[in-house]
């Protein structure tokens, strides 16, 4: 359900843009670009997804703004943000 | 760059906002380190559509009204240094050394995952997990999902899940209904907890709720599909549940990274485990900073409190840390009568909530060996199985070696095979250059 009062934030996962509410997390761009498949490549790989939601499991972890290695679970979206997934295009 | 303050806490939950406000108002200028963009830490998570609860307000102005309170969010601690200092990389102010006078570890737990066959699939996550990522702007909105696992967080996942949409098709509690039950009395002993939970099981009637039942597999194609869940000792006795996400934790563990690091000592009641229907045993999975009456621990100048000292809930939590926050302020002893009065009261719901959902045979049995146990390396449980400890078998297989550090396969490792699963070692998380060349300018004697 959208919030018509909940100010939006556009970024871009994967090259494609993505609405999420203001105070959102990178996490939940990432479900709405890649909704139930995973966005990391496991080492032999396998898909993965956020598991921990907390900044435990490290399975979140993208790239954002060019800096690797950020963990979307911790990370608000802010406008104009580039994320990259490590998922196959 | 270096900042000096007299009182630094570390975590922006309960516990620790509890002891800054208290803290602060016995005169201490004050620094609360938190990793998470929003203090509040997990219990009070807020974000889109998840406003800020009361308590949390109400420790925010508190500490607004003190003046000398500098909430830092985003701001990991990477390293501590030699003399009374941390090294934090922090998202707004970059890599700084930030030194204290007293040190207030409020470091909190982490969910216990345990692995299953399939847990490594897209749409499997933590119980308290699938209610951070729904706080955080995950949409669940017509998705069906099982909860699993044990404890009352499930109940709280329940509700965050069904606020937000989702079809909770089940809620799988690995321990027996018994106990479960016992602790549903038990809680009329404890109003405030009673009304909290009457409020999570509002809707209870037509919901599966499946006690002495495991999530065994979760099934699919690149994603969760479905779920087979082990509801007797008899494989014809299990159920197989169509669905798009499985959340599975089973309780909490202590955060004790930063604890270990800088040499306190700890204490062994990590798991209980049921013995017999009706006891309980602990093995030694999950450490917890031992503390002594004021929150002190084995460490001159360094105080701990919540969940890091040992699982016991918010309230507790908010206790300790008050507790910690006077004493390290050097609050006399007659002061924290009141505050120790409530801290029984807070320990023995705990004690209560351990016994009951105390991890059982079934939770304990570990996976085929075809499983990962460890997610980040993708070892397989049984390839970890074949060493006698955890360091052979991290030396042999990769396991606990990745990104995780070991916090999530070490955590089960521990629960598996009783392996006292080594904590990781500074730098806590990938740190940048430019960080850790700020450790390597800070002072190594005391200044």
Redesign the interface.
């Known amino acids: 359900m959208r919030d018509e009062h909940a100010e939006t934030l556009r970024v871009t996962v994967d090259g494609k843009p993505v609405d999420v509410a203001a105070g959102a997390t990178i996490v939940a761009a990432l479900a709405m670009r890649a909704g139930l498949a995973g966005t990391r490549q496991s080492v032999s790989g396998m898909p993965r997804a956020a598991l921990c939601g907390m900044g435990i499991c490290q399975e979140c972890r993208v790239t954002v703004d060019g800096r690797a290695h950020v963990l979307a679970c911790q990370t608000l979206c802010r406008d104009g943000q580039v994320i990259e997934t490590g998922r196959p295009r | 760059m270096k900042q000096q303050y007299d009182v630094v806490v570390v975590g922006a939950g309960p516990a620790g906002l509890s002891a800054a406000r208290a803290a602060a108002r016995n005169g201490a200028r004050v620094a609360v380190l938190d990793?998470?963009?929003?203090v509040g830490g997990?219990v009070w998570r807020h974000?889109?559509?998840h406003p800020r609860a009361a308590a949390l307000n109400q420790r925010l102005a508190a500490l607004q009204e003190a003046g000398s309170v500098a909430l830092w969010s985003?701001a990991r601690v990477v390293a501590p240094l030699d003399t009374r200092g941390l090294l934090v990389e922090s998202e707004e102010h970059g890599a700084v050394t930030v030194g204290y006078q007293k040190l207030i570890l409020a470091t909190g737990a982490?969910?216990r995952?345990l692995p299953f066959n399939g847990w490594?699939?897209?749409?499997?996550?933590?119980a308290?997990?699938?209610?951070?990522?729904i706080k955080?702007?995950?949409?669940v909105?017509g998705?069906r999902i099982v909860i699993a696992g044990s404890g009352p967080l499930l109940l709280a996942a329940l509700a965050t899940a069904r606020q937000a949409?989702a079809e909770v098709v089940a809620v799988v509690e690995q321990a027996r209904w018994p106990a479960v039950a016992r602790f549903g009395l038990s809680l009329a002993a404890t109003p405030a907890k009673l009304w909290q939970a009457a409020q999570l099981t509002r809707g209870f009637a037509g919901l599966r709720y499946w006690t002495g039942s495991v999530v065994r597999e979760a099934l699919g194609n690149?994603?969760?599909e479905r779920v087979r869940i082990q509801r007797s000792g008899n494989p014809a006795d299990d159920i197989v549940l169509a669905c798009?996400?499985v959340a599975c934790g089973y309780g909490l563990v202590p955060n004790v990274v930063l604890a270990q690091a800088l040499g306190c000592e700890m204490r062994g009641s990590g798991v209980v485990v049921e013995t017999t229907a009706t006891t309980a045993a602990t093995t030694n999975a999950g450490a917890a900073i031992a503390v002594d009456d004021s929150q002190r621990t084995s460490v001159e100048h360094v105080f701990a409190a919540g969940e890091c000292t040992g699982i016991g809930g918010m309230e507790l939590a908010a206790v300790e840390g008050s507790i910690a926050g006077l004493a390290a302020r050097g609050v006399d002893a007659q002061a924290l009568q009141r505050w120790r009065a409530q801290r029984v009261r807070w320990q023995r719901f705990a004690a209560r909530v351990e016994a009951a959902f105390a991890l059982g045979e079934l939770a304990r049995t570990p996976p085929s060996d075809e499983t990962l146990l460890c997610?980040?390396?993708?070892v397989t449980y049984g390839a970890v199985r074949a060493h006698a400890n955890w360091r052979d078998a991290k030396l042999h297989t990769r396991c606990g070696m990745?990104?995780?550090q070991g916090?999530?396969c070490g955590t089960a490792a521990a629960l598996y095979f009783g392996w006292d699963a080594a904590q990781p070692r500074p730098p806590f998380s990938?740190a940048q250059i430019a960080t850790l060349m700020e450790a390597a300018a800070a002072p190594t004697s005391a200044d």
Do not use: F, K, Y
């Open positions: 990793d998470n963009p929003r997990q974000g889109p559509r985003a982490r969910e995952l490594t699939l897209p749409g499997v996550t933590g308290g997990g699938l209610q951070a990522l955080s702007g995950v949409p909105r998705e949409g690149g994603r969760v798009e996400r997610r980040c390396e993708d990745g990104a995780c916090r999530i990938p």
